[in-house]
């Protein structure tokens, strides 16, 4: 505290002598007043170790950038004090300082300065759990990037990387993959070392997540490659936790072990990690039969949560520790910790609106393809306003001058081709712009979809498994109601309940594509419907899908869904047909039955026809459908592929 003491009275000192220079000379120099301001570090500063008394450093070297109107140093002491807030987990504080930055940076001939400031906001919201105003900010971030002339810096890259982060948290890891993929590529391009990281160790994640696990392993690998040669170790520590994670999807939890004990001793001085990975470790030791070093593990992880309010982690350690309490038996304590996880997962979700984060990001991308039709309407009224000159001269001189009139027809005609080709870009651009819309409807259906199921499961399903832990609690205090038919009815319509949900659910939310080529993943939902119903469903497949993006993958499956499920319910068939084609870039679906048919000059949008039209739309394909009264109905879909990558790209 003495040094600290020290340090505020030299700055106090020096901030008078320059009030007495300027006094004398009349006014304060800010050549020799803002080399002064940089040179100047107060004794001790770099031993100071309580952040409040950082704080008042630069909250003095502030001061003395108000008096000298040094524009660039006020704006970076301000950034400094918001980062010290940041560190501190006083939120509130760390936007009030950014947002008394933000005039500053106006004026700052720093270029990102503004962006900085947005994104510095949007972290605080961010650690708060608020992704709403969190990706508001960021967006504005992007928004004055753009204006930014010249290479992107490393704010762009955070920006980035903080909406993959977001997306993640939402349940999007598609869209969180292309942000985090744009962070890496900037990162590489301009050599941001930190940032770079920071992708590889997210896109990592990502991987681990749709059981990648040679993908994740590359990232992690070179993850600590780059901490070594720029020595970050927090990176080494983060590239060992996501390498214990592989390790526990693939079922080596022994291996895993080390790896997560090593994060924890190298990320000391990093909470976010330490609890990250001591989590982990916590599953791993469960599922190796270290109960007591588990919970022990786990409880930790949870204080250190609390302490920090890290919220996202919250769901997290309270699903590794009833998993450990249940696999002990300690049924009594899982419900416990059950019904904790529901209040956090209640609390949780009352933060993440995704239909208003979903819908931010299609206004910016609106307001980026809206730029290009203007760009592209100028132009055309730049050459229009070129050929009516044009055309005044050539009727002014073509009495006298033959040749020059017939170079004259060349250059209008020139400039009619100039004319058709920006109007034909606009046309394209348009055509994007309505398949983004028919994507984007798409994929909030997917995401609506991907909700419910989510409810489902976590939500009802988690209940019903709460009743069932309290039956299994309740046989260990009195045996003999195991004896009684109500109870074991009772029982038995709960794990049928539980199955029931678990079918809707996978059925909403189709993870046999992660897991299985397109083929196989129909064929299984053929043979699904198959069993409950007697219609006899053929399948034939040729070719191969590897190459069609995840995205059109999920299209061709629900459309598959939409044609069988009508056939079920409307054609009192008794075979159907379902044939996948993969013929160089020509993909074709069809669906045919022998059920009664229909008219199809009679055929009604309902809803199920809506949303099939509406996904072979916004896929650029080509829909036929015939029919006829007792003659059954034939479905014909064709996509051209190389349409559908690049519209994916």
């Known amino acids: 505290m003495r040094t600290y003491f020290l340090s505020i009275f030299c700055l106090l000192i020096f901030s008078h002598c320059c009030k007495v220079a300027a006094q004398q000379d009349g006014g304060i120099k800010p050549g020799a007043d803002t080399a002064a301001i940089n040179s100047f570090t107060p004794p001790g500063y770099r031993n100071i170790k309580d952040p ?41 504080a760390d936007r009030n300082a950014c947002i008394k930055a933000l005039p500053w940076a106006a004026k700052s001939t720093i270029k990102d300065a503004t962006a900085w400031c947005y994104n510095n906001i949007g972290d605080s919201y961010f650690s708060e759990g608020n992704y709403v105003p969190a990706s508001s900010y960021y967006y504005k971030s992007l928004e004055e990037l753009k204006k930014m002339k010249g290479p992107p810096t490393h704010v762009t890259a955070n ?121 982990s470790l916590g599953d791993a030791l469960c599922r190796t039969g270290k109960y007591k070093e588990a919970e022990s593990t786990l409880l930790s992880a949870l204080r250190e949560t609390k302490a920090h309010n890290y919220r996202d982690n919250y769901l997290n350690c309270y699903s590794k520790l009833i998993n450990v309490y249940k696999t002990s038996g300690n049924y009594r304590t899982a419900l416990e910790y059950t019904d904790s996880m529901n209040a956090a997962k209640d609390t949780l979700a009352s ?107 976590d939500g009802i399903g988690g ?79 040729f070719g191969s899908f590897d190459n069609i993006a995840q995205s059109s993958k999920l299209n061709i499956y629900r459309i598959v869904q939409e044609l069988l499920k009508n056939i079920i319910k409307h054609s009192q068939a008794s075979s159907a047909l379902v044939q996948l084609l993969m013929n160089e ?33 916004s896929m650029q394909g080509q829909l036929t459908i015939e029919s006829g009264a007792e003659k059954g109905t034939s479905v014909y879909i064709e996509f051209d592929t190389q349409k559908m990558t690049a519209n994916e790209s």
């Open 159 to 279: 920006c980035y990387n903080n909406l993959g982060l977001v997306n993640i948290r939402l349940g999007q890891p598609e869209k969180a993959l292309a942000y985090f993929k744009q962070a890496e590529d900037i990162s590489r391009k301009y050599q941001m070392g930190f940032q770079l990281g920071n992708a590889l160790i997210n896109r990592g994640d990502y991987y681990n997540s749709v059981h990648q696990p040679d993908s994740a392993i590359k990232c992690f690998t070179e993850v600590m490659e780059l901490g070594e040669k720029i020595g970050k170790p927090d990176l080494r520590a983060e590239a060992n936790t996501g390498l214990g994670k592989v390790l526990i999807v693939s079922g080596s939890y022994h291996k895993a072990i080390p790896l997560l004990q090593a994060a924890i001793t190298g990320g000391k001085n990093y909470p976010y990690i330490v609890v990250d990975a001591s989590s």
């Open 52 to 92: 409040d008394s950082i704080i008042a450093v630069f909250d003095a070297r502030f001061k003395l950038c108000v008096e000298a109107n040094y524009i660039d140093g006020g704006f970076t002491e301000l950034i400094q004090i918001s980062i010290k807030y940041l560190e501190k987990e006083d939120f509130a």
């Open 351 to 457: 933060y993440a609106n995704v239909a208003t984060i979903n819908q931010m990001e299609i206004k910016y991308e609106t307001a980026e393809k809206d730029k290009q039709i203007a760009q592209s309407q100028l132009l055309i009224a730049q050459q229009r306003n070129k050929i009516i000159n044009k055309n005044i001269w050539i009727a002014s001189v073509v009495g006298g001058i033959f040749l020059l009139v017939v170079i004259m027809t060349s250059v209008y005609r020139n400039g009619q081709n100039k004319q058709r080709l920006q109007a034909a870009k606009i046309e394209s651009l348009q055509q994007e712009n309505t398949i983004g819309i028919l994507k984007g409807v798409m994929q909030g259906e997917e995401k609506e979809r991907g909700r419910i199921a989510r409810e489902l499961h």
């Open 463 to 541: 209940i019903l498994s709460a009743a069932m832990m309290r039956f299994a609690s309740a046989t260990q205090e009195n045996e003999t109601i195991m004896q009684t038919a109500s109870f074991r009815d009772g029982m038995s319509l709960l794990d049928g309940m539980g199955d029931e949900i678990r079918k809707t659910a996978h059925n909403l939310m189709p993870e046999v594509l992660l897991k299985q080529p397109l083929p196989d993943a129909i064929r299984t939902y053929c043979n699904f419907v198959q069993q409950g119903n007697a219609v006899q469903i053929n399948f034939q497949t």
């Open 585 to 617: 870039h020509l993909l074709t679906v069809t669906v045919e039955d022998n059920g009664i048919g229909f008219n199809t000059g009679e055929l009604k949008k309902g809803m199920g026809l809506h949303n099939l039209q509406t996904r072979v739309s």
